[in-house]
């Protein structure tokens, strides 16, 4: 009962947020830097207000700390869980502070960054190795024991994840609508496993990405910027390593996956043949180049996602 209490209370302090919040990023000027070599037609939202993160962070994690209070079930996990997902705050905010500070979409450095995103992500990553957890299942069909090989491997797929949604988040509503979807479902794959604790917070958050829908929806009101972005995908990443299921996360994640691979494959195509594999990457840039609306892009990413978030839930179940 608890797990959509979480969910319904972090939507609803979001949405309330949502109206001062976005008065006071209008008043300080806190707007959006457009990257020059993006589709034109994105120039006109230049100035939109960005750190829209904090609108999920901070309800979602006050609706899970009160939730799991309610509950009774807070554990060292759950703690871990929202330490990480404050910490990847902290980076993008970092980021997007300094982009509005240089006036240009451009801020801390990708070498700092990933440090950043190595250490936080090596917290879940050496507390799971601590407590034995160093197996890795193969969809199903078997464990394989990484032994002392594992924290690099849980390290890859949170820092891997945490640039993957950053990836993503060229659209209006693109990235809270996917990792809603993503989140939903690993709710339900954790209250399966009877983990009450990390279905509370992982509703927590998807409850605010809805929220936060409603103000990031085309036309956007308000970006969540690297605030938001690489908190979530950072919190995906943590979920699946701690819950042991981080391969099914690359289909449940799957839209996210995709449009990493859509950036890898440009960028190795380009360098070794000249040639361009995509008009433009990320791959939703590309679709938008071939004359297909925001919107539609959207939608049928949403489309997609939703597929990728069932798939991978239903075969995790089945599968085990």
Request: aromatic share 14%.
């Amino acid at each position: 009962m608890l797990v959509y209490v979480s969910a319904l209370l972090s939507m609803l302090l979001t949405l309330l947020a949502g109206v001062p919040y976005l008065d006071y990023l209008k008043k300080h000027l806190y707007g959006q830097f457009i990257r020059e070599d993006g589709p034109a037609s994105h120039i006109k939202k230049t100035g939109t207000p960005t750190m829209g993160g904090l609108m999920i962070v901070i309800p979602a994690i006050f609706g899970a700390i009160l939730s799991l209070i309610m509950d009774q079930r807070t554990s060292i996990e759950s703690l871990i869980v929202l330490v990480a997902f404050s910490l990847f705050t902290f980076i993008g905010f970092k980021d997007d502070i300094a982009k509005i500070t240089k006036h240009q979409n451009k801020g801390l450095t990708a070498r700092g960054k990933l440090l950043l995103q190595i250490l936080i992500a090596s917290i879940p990553a050496l507390y799971m190795t601590y407590t034995g957890e160093r197996t890795v299942s193969l969809f199903g069909f078997a464990n394989l024991d990484l032994g002392v090989f594992y924290p690099f491997f849980a390290i890859f797929i949170i820092v891997g994840f945490s640039n993957a949604v950053n990836l993503t988040d060229g659209l209006d509503g693109l990235a809270s609508g996917t990792v809603a979807f993503a989140l939903t479902v690993i709710t339900a794959i954790f209250m399966l496993m009877g983990r009450h604790d990390m279905a509370i917070i992982s509703a927590a958050i998807a409850g605010s990405c809805i929220g936060f829908l409603y103000y990031n929806r085309y036309p956007a009101k308000i970006f969540m910027g690297d605030t938001g972005s690489l908190a979530l995908g950072g919190v995906l990443g943590t979920l699946a390593v701690i819950g042991k299921f981080e391969l099914w996360l690359l289909i449940i994640g799957g839209i996210f996956v995709i449009e990493t691979l859509s950036v890898i494959l440009q960028v190795i195509s380009f360098k070794t043949t000249g040639k361009r594999i995509f008009k433009m990457s990320p791959i939703h840039h590309h679709f938008e180049l071939l004359g297909w609306s925001e919107k539609r892009v959207v939608y049928t990413f949403w489309v997609v996602g939703i597929f990728f978030a069932l798939a991978g839930g239903f075969l995790k179940f089945y599968l085990g």
